[in-house]
């Protein structure tokens, strides 16, 4: 940007209102892109400009070339298509954008000696920012004031907690573990480093999708194959079997639209995205699509106990005193002014003791998650510690038992005190003595048992993980209805063997760390689970961005949001059963109607390749007639299959068990084929009647697989199949002529009904066949390594 003029301003007055007036003026601010959803430019060039579109282009020129324009009926369903998932993705847009300003990320910063909360974007250049625990850096600046503990995970890749006190520089993308402190903005927008690096928090890792992998590799053979057989199609009809130009044109046409699974990723897309629309009316903000579908799959949820679990609003219940110390009240609301800690347990002590300002402060020791306390040094008074008893007594104290009050579910810290004021690193010093007991309760939420009992029904195993006592943690998980709550003390777990061994062991886990939480998740995947992970703090952000799909609530921190697949805007984790039945909705329907669209590309792939190398007539399908079995086969009812509630476990290995239902169909349609071709050279039937006998049989098989994936019928499936079927009759009536359906003799009718009757039959020994040679070859071979060299 060239050489700027910098304003060096006191950080307790900031920039004057002219001054960020002129940085807005001259372009310096931090507003740059953000959103996690598509623009506009990007939603139409991604409908428009796809292999398949380029395809129907070429379809459409030949086809006008060739005079037959009726059989350009197909480009409706292209074109209609297009505008509808152009116009599903606009509106999932402005609904997701919308919600996302709910959550948007904030900065606190000085201007005119005021404080003030603004979004990132306004921030400018030499803005002062307060930093304070759970923020997470928008902006490269230089400390001016005070001292922070610094992760700098996302952007470096380690996990360590860095120091920085004045004069030191806070990258973005980093977060402010704990401390407080004033800093100046040095870069903004696309120059900060994070932006310089192309980090985004918001998309640190691409979740993986079977869903979208499994239909990605669909089209890639499709795309392979497509033109090749195209061209082999085309010099068969027109060299062996004698096919004027313009009819075989016409005919390799319709052949190659079969194959394609028009609306199949349309329907995939719409899914999703409908599905990302209904979440936001329950208050859900969805980040990534496709975390819709991860969710769904999740066999472990792992909770963090305080706002997920519990009410998340700590009250100090009982001080029990220790050695008769008469001022206790006193020392706590002193340690409540000095410190400037932001977590539930401070605000309970602030709300019970207030804020006094009588001790002189010499040094602070600021809370960390990691440590479990926090300090004050007082001059004339000492040092006194807050904290986890076990983290400042690690060896214990006397015959001083706090399990005694942590069964009953509280939350323990020991007020204690040394004489020494020289805090070395943050460490607790030498000759600390427990003066109380402060005993802290965190209401269960009403919704919390059924919530987990919603889980343990549905076969999700539930992990819950505390930085609080493991005794404290189990009895709120008792509490709180689980039926498995023996709890492990995480400060036991030296080593990786020991926290895999502890997540297949144990359901519930006290005192651990950030770092830990982080190695229980990878531990968990490596085990082969699909784990989601719900947190809300600063301490919980590794974690999130370790899992599956993160969950973090729109009460939490900035960098637990901003890392988050999904938002829960009410911070409600009672909505979790919803967004787990909404995302198994998408997955289950989509299979099903999958199931639709590749029997029809199984059968146009495999009939073109039998009208090569073994047929003597020509491709039996015009594009019409394709347009029409498409219509009433798979886009009428898969239309409304796609949008029915199906709440059931979600089934691994999406596209095996979809071509191991499909096959059976498209393999059914062949043989019906095969059948009417050898009947026709025995009675001489004339290609008319064979097109119309063999678009009758597809029509049929397809009416098969629609009735197979519709079981068990409710009154709805049963509307949608004879909806299908009538439109069927209606268009073979009314429409015959239209859509190239020649008169047939009741003999070749009857052939046609027989083949019919006996499709269920030869489905299922289809079947049967097909399922033990996917168990041991597809599985394996196919899929394992052919499928997986498709990128």
């Known amino acids: 940007m060239g050489e700027k003029e910098r304003f060096q301003t006191d950080c307790k007055m900031g920039l004057t209102d002219e001054q960020v007036k002129s940085r807005i003026d001259a372009g310096l601010t931090n507003n740059f892109n953000t959103n996690t959803t598509k623009s506009y430019r990007q939603i139409f060039k991604d409908n428009l400009f796809t292999f398949f579109n380029v395809l129907n282009l070429v379809f459409t020129v030949l086809i006008i070339m060739t005079g037959y324009i009726k059989e350009l009926v197909f480009l409706l369903v292209v074109v209609g298509n297009l505008i509808i998932g152009i116009a599903q993705e606009i509106v999932t847009k402005k609904t997701l954008d919308k919600l996302s300003v709910i959550v948007a990320a904030k900065v606190d910063v000085v201007r005119n ?21 759970g923020d997470q850096v928008c902006a490269d600046g230089i400390i001016l004031e ?85 061209i082999l199609l085309f010099l068969k ?40 629309v209904i979440l936001a009316t329950r208050r859900t903000l969805v980040q990534d699509l496709y975390c819709i579908e991860t969710l769904a799959r999740v066999d472990v949820l792992c909770l963090d106990k305080t706002g997920t679990i519990t009410e998340g609003k700590m009250h100090v219940e009982k001080v029990v005193n220790l050695d008769q110390t008469e001022h206790i009240d006193e020392i706590l609301a002193n340690m409540a002014g000095a410190l400037q800690d932001d977590n539930a347990t401070f605000h309970a002590v602030v709300e019970k003791f207030g804020k006094r300002f009588d001790y002189q402060v010499r040094s602070i020791v600021p809370f960390s998650s990691a440590r479990k306390y926090s300090g004050v040094s007082f001059e004339q008074e000492g040092t006194y510690f807050l904290g986890a008893f076990e983290f400042i007594f690690p060896e214990g104290y006397g015959d001083i038992d706090t399990e005694q009050y942590a069964k009953e579910g509280c939350r323990v810290l020991v007020l204690a005190h040394s004489d020494t004021m020289d805090v070395i690193d943050n460490k607790v010093p030498v000759g600390m003595k427990p003066l109380a007991l402060l005993l802290i309760t965190d209401r269960i939420r009403d919704d919390a048992a059924a919530t987990l009992e919603y889980f343990e029904k549905q076969k999700v195993q539930l992990k819950i993980i505390s930085g609080d006592s493991p005794v404290t943690v189990s009895a709120v998980a008792r509490r709180a209805g689980m039926k498995e709550y023996d709890a492990v003390d995480a400060t036991t777990l030296k080593t990786p063997e020991d926290i895999e061994a502890a997540a297949k062991k144990y359901n519930v886990f006290g005192r651990v760390t950030p770092s830990q939480k982080k190695e229980l998740i990878a531990a968990l995947k490596k085990q082969g689970h699909t784990v989601a992970m719900t947190g809300d ?13 993160s ?111 499909s096959l059976p169909g498209g393999l059914s349609v062949i043989i019906g084929i095969l059948v009417v071709n050898i009947l026709a050279g025995i009675f001489n039937y004339t290609p008319a009647a064979v097109s119309t006998m063999c678009m009758l ?95």
Request: glycine letters at 6%.
């Open 237 to 276: 009809q027109g060299l062996i079997v004698g096919l004027p130009i313009a009819d075989n044109t016409v005919k390799t046409v319709g052949a190659l639209i079969g194959m394609i699974p028009e609306g199949l990723i349309l329907l995939t897309s719409i899914s999703l995205a409908t599905s990302a």
């Open 697 to 791: 049989l597809a029509v049929a098989a397809g009416m098969w697989v629609v009735a197979k994936v519709s079981v068990p019928f409710t009154t709805a499936r049963k509307v949608i199949f004879g909806s299908a079927i009538g439109l069927f009759f209606l268009c073979l009536i009314f429409l015959s002529s239209f859509f190239d359906i020649a008169p047939i003799s009741l003999p070749q009718a009857v052939v046609v009904l027989a083949i019919t009757a006996v499709m269920p039959f030869m489905m299922k020994l289809v079947e049967k066949g097909v399922g033990k040679w996917a168990d041991k070859i597809l599985s394996k071979k196919l899929i394992k390594k052919g499928l997986s060299k498709i990128k």
């Open 551 to 661: 969950i973090a609530m729109a009460s939490g921190s900035d960098a637990a949001k901003n890392i988050a697949n999904l938002v829960l805007l009410d911070s409600n984790f009672a909505t979790m059963p919803g967004i787990v039945n909404e995302g198994r909705k998408v997955i289950n329907n989509i299979e099903r109607v999958a199931t639709l669209f590749i029997t029809k590309t199984v059968y146009a792939v495999l009939l073109a390749l039998a009208t090569v190398i073994f047929l003597d007539n020509s491709y039996p399908f015009t594009p019409l007639q394709l347009t029409l079995i498409s219509f009433v086969t798979i886009g009428f009812p898969a239309f409304f299959l796609a949008l029915e509630p199906n709440f059931a476990p979600i089934k691994k290995r999406f596209l095996l068990n979809i071509l191991k239902k």
């Open 146 to 230: 005070g001292t922070v503990e610094v992760n700098e995970s996302l952007i470096t890749g380690e996990a360590d907690v860095v120091v920085k006190s004045a004069g030191d520089f806070l990258y973005s993308g980093s977060f402010i573990v704990s401390g407080n402190a004033y800093t100046r903005v040095e870069r903004v927008g696309m120059e900060n480093y994070a932006n310089k690096i192309s980090y985004d928090a918001k998309a640190s890792k691409k979740r993986t999708s079977e869903l979208r992998t499994a239909l990605n590799k669909i089209l890639k053979v499709i795309s392979i194959i497509i033109v090749p057989i195209g």
């Open 113 to 133: 000696g005021k404080e003030y909360r603004i979004n990132v974007a306004d921030l400018v250049l030499d803005d002062i920012m307060q930093m304070k625990p």
């Open 537 to 549: 703090g600063v301490n919980d952000v590794l974690a999130l961005k370790e899992s599956d799909c």
